[in-house]
């Protein structure tokens, strides 16, 4: 890729305000990879956590700002699946040929490390046992890795990524792309199952001997680091972006 | 409304309160979505056979009306009856009209869909008729007189030993006995004295074909042909949306519709009902029932390519942590959440919600039923059409208020973590669902925002 | 209006544009050997097999293993161990039947699938209210799978028609699979030639 082409770094509001540091992670990542990168500073929320919750035509503020914020880059990238994709399919503004610009430059972290600069290594070194944490809306709706529901080859851009690290052990889960039961506002509005599908997805990694949980998704992230607090288990979270980055 | 409904959130509560039986269940119904990818990666052109079903299915929608003319014809010079019911009620009416004028008052069943949607059961025993299913797990949940959790598995949600308990009581097996084979038996004496002594019987329709007007209805247990092919009159009940074109489509659907149902190659049987026997009445009853007007819904038509193979629901990790009673619906899991709100908006507005988006069943659908953007779109249309809780409206507001605004935003971040034990979340500061089996995040002294101010600029 | 006249309407009205009607390229098989594939799935669904030549190799399996019981079947060649004239019975007569015997037009090998029709069974009822089946199929018209049975059966006008798959069973208890639900308790295949 062209090293002067202008990246736009999008960091979901629950990651900007609750985990800092996967954002400190990406955005260092990417300068070492040599990407020309720049964060919006007005930039808020990609308004998803309304649409899913069935709300999408409040979310005009929030598209508006963010195409007020990113229009001019050539490339979006955040380290979420999920903002990543509700952008790419539900960003409505007066102006459809920018709606369809912006869904055709933005990315998921991991796709864009694989897919435009096509990283073959990494310096990092992270001597754990990690579980991989396939989130719902990288995996079924970005396509970031294939899913056990079709019968096609498997392939996995966070997964490939993560052999390149050294002396990181990857654990093998007896469910390999459960959702966690996060959802959004699910997770508070349909407690019980969220919690036990949560309890559930814990304990696979656990069961395995992970030492950390990993994912694109801070927002199951989170749900699943609530969890492991709660039971007082060993086992924690990090964003893959901080793995990709450690030394 | 007057009577109190218990939404999903609710009755998943309920189900929850017992976690052991969760996992029980979960892990049943798991089984069966790994059988499902077993069978499927024996089939090399898996993926090009679900096209192939979409793709009929989606031209049959596209040209129903051509097609239910022809399907009419072709079965009524087959010697078949054929009647039109525009709702639940005219079904149900049709039936009993039948059963009454040829003085039949007993009725078996095997297992259909429609009639569940229809409340068939429920309407002829008030008047007078006795109906017994003979699906042994809709038999199972008949005894204990609760609907099927589950279109395919009526009776997933029942341990044996329960069953055992209900066996005992109603058929006299022995008491505390609840091995499965031993229960089967007992079913097998008590439907097979049924089956020879009911002069009518009802079963559903997997698929009617247009081009010879026959139809098809898939068993594993040989039910709807043992009551079928015993009965002075067979009345067979379908959707208009069962048609297919011709019989080859059936090629396409009978390899697909048992490897994602239960990941059998095939059911037991797949009958071909194409003429009546000798001194036999066959009717079929083509029901709307709301059909037409879902198939006026761009967003949501695509709903009626279901064959009821019950995939979404092996693989919902919310169905399997939640139980198919939770969806108060005949038509449970993902495909019922869809479905039901055409029916019913208000009623059924908690189902779309019944769902973290995850995509797993649209991709295990073998017709390609785009179902969680279907949950998604109906959201929009449920919060539109009023639907959508107070409490929630006003946190929505709130919510688009703040992010809208990078000033209010980075304010409210600021106080956001500040309060972070009380508050996870703008949406939510009265209650604490999250809190309950969640611990909260550790809050970070600064925002990114606030770090990238002070480390890049 | 009628019913039928509203609800066509009502479809008219609210179907979208016309689709083409879809045509599928040939499906690929399963596994090399039509046979081979049938015989595992077979086994697989809890059917037995067996290989004969002929018809007394039939004959001696049914007397060995049937001793006891009422025995229907429409294969002339059976006449002196089995009931072939019960196409005129009331259906409800065959209650008591132990086992039945038929010619099936042919297998499918994906699915272990035979296919009968109301000629080749006397009565519609039979291979379902008998307690065990036998069904015979000549080892030539094993077909890859469902498509190719469908371009087997063509355009034929049978009145009722049912491919069986092994035995009756159910899995409704717990999911544990129990054989014999309500029709056969056992699929006997034998496969001719």
């Known amino acids: 890729m062209n090293i ?42 990609c308004g998803q956590p309304m649409a899913n919750s069935g709300f999408e035509h409040l979310t005009s503020g929030c598209n508006t700002l963010f195409m007020a914020n990113f229009k001019e880059f050539d490339y979006i990238v955040a380290p979420s699946g999920s903002c990543v994709l509700h952008i790419k399919e539900h960003i409505h503004t007066p102006n459809h040929e920018d709606d369809k610009n912006i869904s055709g430059k933005i990315y998921e972290l991991t796709e864009f490390l694989t897919d435009v600069l096509k990283v073959t290594h990494l310096t990092s070194n992270f001597p754990h046992r990690v579980g991989l944490h396939q989130s719902c809306h990288g995996q079924r709706g970005l396509h970031i890795s294939q899913m056990s529901e079709l019968v096609e080859a ?76 709660r039971k007082n288990s060993k086992t924690k979270v990090i964003h893959i972006a901080e793995i990709l980055n450690a030394s | 409304m007057i009577q109190e409904l218990k939404h999903h959130a609710t009755l998943a509560d309920d189900f929850n309160q017992n976690e052991d039986r969760v996992g029980w269940h979960d892990d049943t119904l798991w089984w069966i979505r790994e059988k499902r990818d077993k069978i499927a990666w024996q089939v090399p052109d898996w993926e090009l056979l679900r096209d192939a079903a979409s793709n009929i299915k989606d031209h049959v929608l596209s040209n129903l009306n051509p097609y239910l003319v022809q399907f009419e014809a072709n079965a009524i010079a087959n010697g078949i009856t054929v009647h039109w019911a525009a709702d639940a009620a005219e079904h149900n009416q049709i039936v009993l ?28 025993a008030e008047n007078g008729v006795d109906v017994i299913d003979s699906d042994l797990g809709e038999r199972i949940v008949q005894l204990a007189e609760e609907p099927p959790s589950h279109i395919v598995l009526p009776c ?52 009617a074909v247009a081009e010879t007007g026959e139809f098809v209805v898939c068993t594993n247990e040989g039910n709807a042909d043992m009551g079928a092919h015993l009965a002075d009159v067979h009345i067979a009940c379908m959707g208009i949306e069962k048609i297919i074109p011709e019989r080859k489509d059936l090629g396409v659907f009978l390899r697909l519709l048992a490897r994602s149902a239960t ?63 939770s969806y108060h619906y005949a038509i449970t899991g993902p495909i019922g959440a869809i ?92 209650f604490n669902p999250w809190y309950k089996q969640r611990d909260m995040p550790e809050p970070p002294s600064a925002s990114f925002g606030e770090w990238y101010k002070k480390n890049r600029n | 209006m009628s019913s039928k006249a509203q609800i066509l309407a009502a479809v008219l009205a609210n179907q979208p544009a016309k689709l083409p009607q879809p045509v599928f390229e040939p499906f690929s098989p399963q596994g090399q050997n039509n046979l081979d594939v049938f015989v595992k799935t077979a086994k697989g669904i809890g059917s037995s097999l067996h290989f004969f030549s002929g018809m007394q190799e039939v004959k001696n399996l049914i007397t060995s293993s049937f001793s006891v019981g009422r025995i229907i079947s429409p294969l002339a060649e059976l006449s002196d161990i089995a009931e072939t004239d019960f196409a005129d019975l009331d259906a409800h007569t065959l209650e008591n039947v132990e086992l039945g015997v038929f010619k099936a037009h042919f297998g499918v090998a994906e699915n272990s699938a035979l296919w009968v029709t109301e000629a080749l069974l006397g009565k519609r009822v039979s291979p379902f209210i008998c307690q065990h089946l036998m069904l015979l199929v000549n080892k030539t018209a094993i077909l890859q799978n469902m498509h190719q049975a469908y371009d087997s059966i063509g355009e034929a006008d049978y009145d009722f028609g049912t491919f069986i798959a092994g035995p009756s069973k159910t899995a409704d208890i717990e999911q544990s699979l129990v054989l014999g639900a309500h029709g056969p308790r056992s699929l006997v295949i034998v496969i001719l030639g």
């Open chain 1, 154 to 229: 498997p392939y996995s851009k966070p997964q490939t990524l993560l052999n390149m690290v050294q002396n990181i052990e990857m654990i093998t889960l007896k469910r390999k792309d459960e959702c966690c039961g996060f959802g959004g506002t699910f997770c508070v509005t349909e407690e019980a199952v969220s919690a036990k599908m949560g309890k559930d997805r814990v304990l696979d990694h656990e069961n395995n001997g992970a030492e950390y949980i990993t994912g694109v998704d801070l927002s199951c992230l989170m749900h699943l680091e609530g969890i492991l607090k």
């Open chain 2, 339 to 430: 479905l039901a709100p055409n029916l019913d908006m208000e009623k059924y507005a908690d189902l779309p919600f019944a769902s973290t988006l995850c995509g797993s069943c649209t991709n295990v659908c073998p017709v390609k039923i785009d179902i969680h953007q279907q949950l998604y779109k109906w959201r929009q249309v449920i919060v539109q059409s009023g639907y959508a809780p107070k409490a929630k409206v006003l946190s929505m507001k709130a919510m688009a208020f703040t992010f809208s605004s990078p000033f209010v935003y980075h304010t409210a971040g600021k106080m956001g973590r500040a309060v972070l034990k009380y508050a996870p979340f703008t949406v939510n500061n009265k």
């Open chain 2, 263 to 325: 990941g059998q190659p095939i059911t037991t049987y797949s009958s071909h009902f194409k003429k009546p026997r000798e001194n036999q009445e066959m009717h079929i009853i083509l029901v709307d029932n709301g059909r037409t007007k879902q198939l006026g819904r761009e967003d949501f038509r695509n709903s009626l390519k279901c064959i009821r193979c019950g995939a979404c629901m092996n693989t919902c990790p919310v169905y399997r942590r939640s139980g198919g009673h």
């Open chain 2, 156 to 207: 997933i949600h029942k341990k044996k030993e329960e069953i055992g308990q209900l066996f005992h009581k109603h058929l006299g097996t022995p008491e505390g006995n609840s091995d499965p084979q031993l229960l089967t038996e007992a079913a097998r004496h008590h439907l097979r004295e049924t089956f020879l002594s009911r002069k009518a019987t009802v079963t559903g329709i997997n698929f």
């Open chain 2, 97 to 124: 009209n039948i059963l009454r004028e040829k003085e039949i008052n007993k009725l078996v069943k095997s297992k259909s869909m429609l009639t569940e949607e229809c409340h068939l059961n429920d309407f002829l």
């Open chain 1, 4 to 45: 002067k082409m202008k990246v736009g770094l999008f960091i979901p509001c629950y990651v900007d305000q609750f985990y800092p540091n996967a954002a400190i992670a990406t955005l260092q990542l990417l300068e070492k990879l040599g990407v020309n990168v720049t964060y919006p500073a007005n930039q808020t929320c």
